[in-house]
């Protein structure tokens, strides 16, 4: 057994036994707590979200003079969600599965669909990145194992060279393209598929910079994307906990979201709970309350998108092959 699958199982594990040491009486109270119109509002926000996301996608696909439907989108990245529920951290399977059905569906190369998903994959991770760093300056006061100075060089390090990463990438694209360009080709078969992938994604970036409007457009859609999953969190905290600071509860948010992204959980799972409720425990929220909490976010935010997945990728099949069908293809 692999030394990841035997960490996984641990952390299930003891995150079983946390909830099962919970007072269940209590665990239940919290549960009634949530009223029919918080569920409503956060399940429809969550449908915003991936309408948003699905509209990012298009724009992208349009710079990338990629022919997709908003349909096919909506399909793809319902195949990416389902494959991301059970891929660890970054969700490398998704983005493969992304790529793979925009070359097939959009009639591209495979280094232009990988391209295209990495060109949103850019878009969304900075400015994750930028809002997650002045969120860590703020859990620096918070949290007393941040505020030693190793972890503290360790986080601000990690979220600057990440940075910089992205504004060499967005900033400076035709300067790294011409010095990959300039190098030979390599003996070793994926360094060279790495190469063309990082070529394709900088003349991608180069078109991107051409349209500054929805270039602009696709960077504010992404921050508000990210800005919703803290509000979402808001209505619960507030709930539960009248006095929450819409500060503090984006921190945790964040700060789960970031742990999630390590590539050790399947679909980041056992570390975003664990991190949030912790978080949430230091808010002055009892555990059975910050259990409550974190069970129904992550519910609403990736078992209920896995099961919307799900069913349209089982719809858009049904169609398509109706389709087929009624022109006589099938």
């Excluded at 003891?14 to 029919?36: C, E, F, G, V």
């Excluded at 990988?114 to 002045?134: D, E, G, N, W, Y």
Aim: hydrophobic letters at 60%; proline letters at 2%; charged letters at 10%.
């Amino acid at each position: 057994m692999k030394k990841k699958h035997v960490i996984m199982i641990v952390m299930a594990l003891l995150l079983l036994i946390a909830l099962l040491q919970l007072d269940r009486a209590n665990l239940l109270y919290s549960m009634k707590q949530i009223p029919l119109w918080i569920v409503i509002l956060l399940f429809s926000f969550q449908v915003l979200t991936q309408l948003l996301i699905n509209l990012q996608f298009h724009q992208v696909a349009k710079l990338c003079k990629i022919s997709l439907s908003f349909r096919d989108i909506f399909y793809i990245n319902s195949q990416g969600a389902v494959v991301d529920a059970i891929t660890p951290g970054v969700k490398f399977g998704g983005e493969v599965t992304r790529a793979v059905q925009i070359s097939r569906i959009g009639n591209c190369t495979g280094a232009q669909g990988a391209a295209m998903v990495a060109l949103q994959k850019l878009f969304s991770l900075s400015t994750m990145f930028i809002i997650f760093l002045f969120v860590a300056g703020y859990l620096v006061g918070e949290v007393w194992w941040l505020s030693t100075g190793i972890m503290q060089i360790l986080v601000y390090g990690i979220l600057l060279l990440s940075l910089l990463f992205f504004l060499g990438i967005f900033l400076k694209p035709h300067p790294i393209k011409a010095y990959l360009q300039m190098h030979s080709a390599s003996s070793f078969k994926w360094l060279e598929r790495v190469k063309v992938f990082l070529i394709e994604l900088l003349s991608q970036v180069e078109n991107a910079r051409k349209n500054k409007r929805v270039f602009v457009m696709l960077f504010l859609l992404s921050f508000f994307i990210w800005l919703l999953y803290p509000v979402k969190m808001y209505f619960l905290a507030a709930l539960f906990y009248p006095g929450a600071n819409i500060i503090h509860v984006m921190a945790i948010t964040f700060a789960a979201y970031m742990v999630a992204m390590l590539p050790i959980f399947p679909g980041g799972l056992g570390g975003f709970e664990g991190t949030m409720t912790g978080l949430l425990v230091t808010m002055g929220i009892v555990i059975s309350d910050a259990a409550v909490m974190t069970i129904f976010f992550r519910f609403v935010t990736f078992w209920f998108v896995m099961l919307l997945s799900v069913m349209y990728v089982m719809l858009y099949k049904v169609v398509l092959k109706a389709r087929k069908r009624n022109c006589g293809l099938d």
